[in-house]
């Protein structure tokens, strides 16, 4: 049986990736490489006010300085910064009208299965569709700003609500971070922003869809998200990017601020083209993703379910600075084939009875290696502070490994912490009873490890949910045999 | 029904079962009885295709097929069901969606339509409540912390569900009180019928009492030694295993 297992594991991941195709379509590209001049000319190309050229020259000038991390437990090529170009957008200028979207365009994201046009789309699901280095069209704009909700492309924002910007532009992530963090403000081409405010209820689900198209580009973009006193919001991110055989950068910086009484949930579903099963190719994901609970009784939680990259490096964190904030990190990472995965979250409890949740399932198969790793800080005002953890990694097949790194720094006495951590192999009983009941094994494997999600899953909007749990069947197809 | 011939079997090098020969015909209930250890529960997960065990000779075949080398899903298609002695949880995965899964599959292979929704929840719940289950059950996940009476009773109810043609129940009598117990005798005497068979593997009399069978074997050391009526049972109660063994 375990022979079999491997046989099948090692045929596995023939598989093809949905979602690989390119799509033709006119473009300007920068030419590679990077300097203040490019920094310049993009900003240019943006209309930027000056204060943000000189944000972004600031960025750039630490980020020379600093250096490329290497704690964490992913092994890559050292990436060439000035191979890549840093800027590149179809021709036509984005439009209010869908008919002025390139056809190709529109194309692509109906094979993406995400419709533009709002008479089609999902009920109740606003989207900003980014390709590559530009935002092509935001849906139910209109609808959304009769409730005062703001949705748009991060370039938009920038003319049309510059106070916003910048009030809240690096309030979250400062420019000088980390590596990525400060190559993304450098030279950051789009993205979406949301404001909610006082007191709204965000009437429909919003999300971006984030596509990379062309070859050699980096893609950094910029989420901001702004919950004001009371209001509560839900997002969702969505990711895909061709086949290729060069690996690309994505570099994302995405921020939130819930203010007093305010919610943001913020849903990744993650599916970056992985590479093939040589582990040729693929999207290096490095990603900052943090949140400042800002005001008293404010709550921000991430759910992410991560089946795609090369590479993963992200830590969604939450800051608890409101008295009686909460913050909660749900993950899914799914690493097969030569795929590597680095995530988990920060969670920094600085205000008095504010409490934290962290719920992982990783889960390795082929040679994947996947890496939990986590902080809980609880600083020393932080009275009555609470985390719970739970972090169980399943393991398909001999040859792929799980890896957990819990960090706890506990500065005030009061803190309640509960730390639980599981490894189990997918196990050979299981799959004899589900298969003795006449289920298949690929259906079987896919059942095993929905279960396994489950806790996960229920944190996304039933849609995504959907979508969540036919992605994890597709990755884990014929992964046992 | 089923014909085993001349079935031996090992596992990592040990042989276990030592040339089973066992015929039930349809409409039959079959008992094996045997010493802890004896590879009566081997016999099941061979029978099922369990694939930790290696068939180093003989057969089995399910109404003249040939299912010796049968993967465990088709022999499951083609109406082998066993009752597990010990069933293992899934956790998250939830009885109902389980079930339903299984018997669509089933169904499926028939040739019949997917059972929807509604249809499935009410013949689930008649059964649940003939077996003294709430219909929270469903909602649990399968067998994820279920009392030792409420795995077998779930085990009922996916035989009665999934109403295959042969049912092996691996000690399906253990561990239960004296009210569930009787509980699963009805739920087994409510499936069988003249056109399937029943092998039921028990170290006591008390769900014979329920269920009457009409051949008894006894197992020794891979082999089945003895087989005849329920006078056999009533011996074994009284002596034991050992006036076998010559
Ligand atoms: N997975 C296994 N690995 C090693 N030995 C095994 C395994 N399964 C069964 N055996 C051995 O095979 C023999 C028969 O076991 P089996 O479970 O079939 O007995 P049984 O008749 O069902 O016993 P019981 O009445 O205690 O349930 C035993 O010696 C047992 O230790
Ligand atoms: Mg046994």
Same mark, same amino acid.
């Given at each position: 049986m ?12 023939d598989?093809?990736? &949905? ?6 379509? +006119? ?5 590679p490489g %990077?300097?203040?001049?490019v ?14 050229l ?10 020379k ?21 840093y ?7 984005k439009n209010?009208s869908?008919? +002025?979207?390139?056809p190709?365009?529109l194309?692509?994201y109906?094979?993406?299965g995400i419709s533009?046009d709002?008479q089609?789309r ?6 900003d ?8 069209a935001?849906?139910?704009?209109d609808? %959304?700003?009769?409730?005062g ?6 370039s938009?924002?920038v003319?049309d609500h510059?106070?916003l ?12 971070d ?10 950051f081409? +789009?993205?979406?922003?949301?404001y909610?405010?006082?007191g709204?209820?965000c009437p429909?689900?919003?999300s ?6 062309a070859?050699n ?9 702004i ?17 290729r055989?060069?690996n690309?950068?994505?570099a994302?910086c ?6 007093k009484?305010a919610t ?10 992985s590479?093939?099963?040589e582990?040729?190719?693929g ?9 400042? #609970?800002?005001?008293d009784?404010?709550? @921000? ?20 600075q /409101?008295d ?7 993950s899914?990472a799914?690493?097969k ?5 680095d995530t988990g979250?920060k969670m920094?409890?600085i205000g008095k009875n504010?409490?934290?949740?962290i719920?992982t399932k990783g @889960?390795?198969a ?5 890496t939990?790793r /986590?902080?809980?800080?609880? %600083? ?10 739970? #972090?169980?990694?399943?393991? @398909?097949?001999?040859? #792929?490994g799980?890896?957990?790194?819990p960090?706890?720094?506990v ?20 799959l ?7 289920i298949k094994?690929d259906?079987a494997?896919?059942?095993?490890v929905?279960?396994?999600? &489950? ?10 949910a959907?979508?969540?749990?036919? %992605?994890?069947e ?8 | ?37 004896s ?6 997960n061979v ?8 068939v ?5 075949a399910?109404?003249d ?8 899903e088709?022999?499951?298609?083609e109406g082998?069901?066993?009752c ?11 009885m ?7 018997l669509n599959a089933h ?9 929807d ?10 059964i ?16 994820d912390g ?6 077998k ?28 117990l009787r509980t699963?005798?009805?739920? $087994?005497?409510?499936?069988k019928n003249?056109?399937n068979s029943v092998?039921?593997i ?7 009492n ?5 051949? $008894? ?14 006078s056999?049972?009533e011996? $074994?109660e009284k ?6 063994e010559?």
């Amino acid at each position: 049986m375990v022979d079999k297992n491997q046989q099948v594991i090692d045929k596995t991941l023939d598989q093809e990736y &949905k979602y690989g195709f390119t799509t033709d379509v +006119d473009q300007t590209k920068f030419e590679p490489g %990077l300097d203040e001049e490019v920094i310049a000319k993009l900003s240019k190309i943006k209309n930027e006010p000056e204060w943000l050229l000189e944000w972004r020259l600031k960025a750039f000038k630490n980020w020379k300085k600093m250096s490329e991390p290497t704690w964490a437990k992913i092994d890559y090529e050292p990436i060439d910064y000035q191979a890549l170009s840093y800027y590149a957008a179809p021709k036509q200028k984005k439009n209010d009208s869908l008919d +002025d979207v390139d056809p190709e365009i529109l194309e692509t994201y109906n094979k993406l299965g995400i419709s533009l046009d709002e008479q089609k789309r999902l009920e109740g699901v606003a989207v900003d569709a980014v390709f590559d280095s530009v935002s092509i069209a935001t849906t139910f704009k209109d609808e %959304l700003a009769k409730h005062g909700v703001i949705f748009c492309s991060f370039s938009e924002a920038v003319q049309d609500h510059p106070e916003l910007i910048k009030k809240y532009l690096g309030s979250v992530i400062p420019a000088t971070d980390n590596y990525f963090a400060a190559l993304n403000s450098a030279v950051f081409s +789009d993205g979406s922003f949301v404001y909610i405010p006082k007191g709204v209820r965000c009437p429909m689900e919003l999300s971006t869809y984030f596509r990379i198209n062309a070859t050699n580009t980096g893609q950094f973009e910029r989420t901001l998200i702004i919950a004001d006193e009371g209001s509560y919001v839900s997002y969702l991110e969505g990711c895909t990017a061709p086949m290729r055989d060069e690996n690309q950068l994505h570099a994302a910086c995405v921020e939130l601020v819930a203010h007093k009484d305010a919610t943001i949930k913020y849903s990744t579903i993650q599916n970056w083209f992985s590479g093939d099963k040589e582990g040729k190719g693929g999207i290096y994901n490095f990603v900052t993703k943090r949140g400042n #609970c800002l005001g008293d009784n404010s709550k @921000i939680s991430w759910t992410q379910v991560e089946t795609g990259s090369a590479i993963t490096w992200k830590y969604p964190s939450v800051i608890m600075q /409101g008295d009686n904030s909460v913050g909660e990190f749900y993950s899914v990472a799914v690493t097969k084939n030569k795929q590597q995965a680095d995530t988990g979250t920060k969670m920094i409890h600085i205000g008095k009875n504010t409490k934290s949740t962290i719920i992982t399932k990783g @889960i390795s198969a082929g040679e994947g290696q996947n890496t939990y790793r /986590g902080g809980v800080k609880i %600083l020393k005002n932080a009275e009555n502070a609470q985390n719970f953890s739970q #972090c169980d990694s399943i393991l @398909i097949g001999d040859k #792929c490994g799980a890896h957990t790194f819990p960090y706890i720094d506990v500065k005030n006495p009061s803190a309640k912490m509960e730390h639980e951590a599981t490894t189990s192999s997918i196990g050979e009983d299981q799959l004899f009873y589900c298969n003795q009941r006449g289920i298949k094994l690929d259906d079987a494997v896919s059942m095993i490890v929905n279960g396994f999600c &489950k806790e996960v899953f229920e944190e996304l909007p039933m849609e995504f949910a959907v979508e969540a749990k036919q %992605l994890i069947e597709v990755t884990l197809e014929n992964s046992v045999g | 029904m089923i014909k085993i011939k001349n079935l031996e079997a090992s596992i990592d090098d040990k042989t276990i079962l030592k040339g089973i020969d066992l015929e039930i015909p349809a409409g039959e209930v079959h008992v094996i009885m045997g010493r802890n250890g004896s590879g009566k529960s081997t016999l099941a997960n061979v029978i099922a295709g369990n694939e930790a065990y290696e068939v180093d000779g003989g057969s089995i075949a399910m109404n003249d097929t040939d299912i010796t080398e049968m993967s465990i899903e088709n022999r499951a298609l083609e109406g082998i069901f066993l009752c597990f002695q010990y069933p293992v949880a899934i956790p998250g995965v939830g009885m109902a969606y389980f079930l339903r899964s299984a018997l669509n599959a089933h169904r499926k292979h028939q040739g019949k339509d997917e059972m929807d929704a509604l249809e499935f929840l009410n013949n689930a719940k008649a059964i649940l409540s003939e077996l003294g289950l709430d219909d929270s059950f469903l909602k649990r996940s399968i067998n994820d912390g279920f009392s030792g009476g409420e795995k077998k009773k779930s085990e009922i109810l996916q035989l009665l569900t999934i109403n295959p043609k042969l049912a092996v129940l691996d000690e399906t009598d253990s561990g239960l009180d004296v009210d569930a117990l009787r509980t699963v005798a009805k739920g $087994v005497n409510k499936f069988k019928n003249e056109n399937n068979s029943v092998l039921i593997i028990t170290h006591y009399q008390r769900l014979l009492n329920y269920i009457k069978p009409d051949v $008894v074997h006894l197992m020794i050391d891979g082999k089945i030694v003895e087989s005849g009526d329920m006078s056999l049972v009533e011996r $074994v109660e009284k002596d034991g295993y050992s006036w076998l063994e010559k």
